[in-house]
């Protein structure tokens, strides 16, 4: 037997003894003593459940067991007085048990009420007098007045009399109290108040059959059966052993049946003026008058208390609409009622702040570090910002700052402090983080809110691309943003027209001139606007995301075009093509994947593509470097490209797959001079020879660089020089020299605009 279910099966056997017991006649001493022993087993169940399970509080049902023990005590000294003396005594011996079981009871069922999270306490108090008083004035009329009105009987006798329907109206107090109480409801507790219920009900039954029929009591000894079995029944549920003290439910202060039921209660004393038997007595016109207007004061206590609960909890629910909940700040919402305010009086100024690179920690330290990050920088940043202006977090990783009536002078003033303030590391779980900004101002003097909360935007997306701590709006910023958005829409256009074409500019292997690669890069010829460069054309697709799509397209046609060089010039081919690949690109968990598609559908093997990307784009790690190292294992080499110009060049060879270093050009311009440059080109040569790598010159414009690298140890060179970027390159013709110059190079220097312009 399962302990989980013992209860039921107490329950079952109960049902059975007690049918037992009514098939037995009523008179006869074998019916008393079944009932007696099912009494005795009650009391002794509930010494069970406490041992079983070993509740925090048994002190409770102790006194349930001592209870239940004089209710016994009481039926066998009423049977030893009807079986042993062929007496029915009243009052009796008998009477004193009985009364003194409801103390114990009483006491009991208020330790289970007793709750250590005090709150609404003051309402249920009033629900349940309300409940009591109503229904007590009923159990006045119909049941406690007619006996004490019974003037016949002898006095100890009405005292008596009286003393049970009060013990049972404080009973009916009791569970008017614990019906208002739902914070610690649990199977057990709702045993206990079926098992007080029911001897209330049979008590109020008993009364109503002595007084009004003068019938025979004994049916309803099932009822008080029932009773003790549910006190036991309570005990031996599993979850009597729950602290209701700490259990707490969601709260249901205003819930249908609480509200209606203390509403019903309150009208059942006007209900019981209306009531003739109630008119033909003085004494019970004038109780029940007095206990209507004590419920109609009790009433308009109560509804006051609802009234101004639910106004503290419409403020209390505005105040969370209007919090950000994780920095304590005002959210969006409050900050552009704010905003619509100050704008309506006069002028206002608005900073907002957007951090920089603020998703790479919750990526890679987890989001309780970025939550505890933005907490300490929301507390920093409320430091720093003067009195009558608001601080709001407006977004994941944005903050703006109000300030009414201030100037321009003051608002900048103020953006300095806040770049100020994010150059010092933010200390979160353990982690150091330094966390930068753009930080954006703009204001106006009754202007639209909406549009001055979108000029600090644009401000601080302006800020970030160029690196500035602060940025005022201006004009020129929406001319910008308009033009941007423009090229974007003609960009979706010239992909799907054919607008876009790949140049290839060759990579020598010097002396001797064979060409040993192609970089792959992409130009655009507008129709109206003639040649787009890739400088302004190439951020404009990072930002909105075409880049994606432009740059697989340029890699599938490069791939494509070298497979058909390969098959169609054999040895004259040259060996590999270089493809720009942008940081968007390499974020994307799926690059690796699109990389080994594009070969398999193009027929070119692995070894014959590099990807060319820049030390920027693979310098915070993460997906970047994950993605090159899946273009390692398939068999595609790395270019990092630009080298020598980024955070940490050197850093980078121990973390990143690279195959060829491309020597920035910034190198390449003085390396006939003697001096700094020129021992650099030195050392990144014989970085690149130690490290097994392939370095390659970027930018050579003349025969002296060229001979001049040739003598540090460059073997693969580029530039003018030797070709500008064609369409078509000619791989069979080797470059002549004329007037120290190469033809091609000639040719290139009549477009210097377009010598760096690749798609990076």
Known sequence: MRLTR????????????????????????????????????????????????????????????AGQV????????????????????????ADAFYLASYPLRFTGLLLLSRRRQPGGETGRLIDAAIAAIG???????????????????????????????????????????????????????????AAAATLLAADTSYSVAIVYFNADPFPLDAMFIASSLLWAAAALHPSMAADTGVVRLPSTEHSVARLCVPAACSLLGPALLLTPYAGKNTLNSTVIAYGTIVLIMLTVARMAMILTQLKTQSHDMETLAMQDEMTGLANRRRFENALRTAMAGGSAQVALLGLNGFKNVND??????????????????????????????????EFAVLLPGRSSSESGSLATQLAAQLREPVHACGHDLLVGAGIGVAGGERDDPMEVLRRAEAAMYAAKRAGQAYRRWDPALDEQSTGHA????????????????????????YPEGRVAAVEALVRWEHPQRGTVSPAQFVPVAEQNGLIIELGAWILRTACRRMARWRAELGGSAPDKVSVNVS???LAGPGFATTVADILAETGLP????????????????????????ELRKIGVQIALDDFGTGHSSLGLLQTVPVDILKVDKSFVDNVT????????????????????????????????????????????????????PLAEPDFGRRPTTTGGMTTAAVVGQAHPGLQDATMR
């Open 673 to 724: 001079e003697a001096g700094r440059h020129s021992v650099i080109a030195e050392a990144l040569i014989q970085i690149s020879t130690e490290l097994g790598m392939t370095a390659v010159a970027e930018g050579v414009e003349t025969a002296e660089q060229a001979d001049a690298l040739h003598q540090l140890g460059y073997t693969l060179l580029q530039g003018y020089h030797f070709s500008r």
């Open 6 to 65: 013992i209860w039921c099966w107490w329950l079952a056997a109960g049902v059975l003894a007690t049918t037992g017991c009514f098939l037995l006649p009523a008179s006869s001493i074998t019916a008393r003593i079944c009932y007696n022993a099912i009494g005795l087993a009650s009391a002794v169940a509930l010494l069970v459940g406490v041992r079983l399970y070993q509740p925090r509080r048994p002190g409770l049902w102790y006194w349930f067991a």
């Open 364 to 397: 890679e330290l987890g989001r309780p570090v970025g939550d505890h990050a933005l907490a300490s920088l929301a507390q920093r940043l409320a430091r720093t910002v003067p009195d009558g202006a608001l601080l709001a977090r407006i977004g994941g990783d």
């Open 135 to 193: 229904l007590g004035l009923v159990l006045w009329t119909f049941v406690l007045h007619p006996t004490v009105a019974d003037g016949s009987a002898p006095a100890l006798e009405r005292v008596i009399s009286t003393v049970y329907p009060v013990a049972d109206l404080l009973l009916l107090v009791m569970l008017a109290w614990m019906f208002t109480d739902r914070r610690g409801r649990t199977p057990s507790s709702r045993l206990l108040n």
């Open 486 to 509: 423009r090229l974007g829409a003609e960009m979706r256009i010239a992909l799907d027209t054919g607008q876009f074409q790949v140049v290839y500019q060759p990579i020598v292997a």
């Open 583 to 585: 940081a968007r690109q």
């Open 606 to 629: 692995p070894h014959h593509l590099a990807v060319e990307v820049t030390e920027t784009s693979v310098f915070e790690g993460g997906q970047a470097v994950t993605t090159l190292h």
């Open 70 to 93: 004089l209710a016994v005590l009481g039926d066998i000294t009423y049977d030893y007085y009807l079986y042993g003396l062929g007496d029915e005594p009243y009052p009796s011996i």
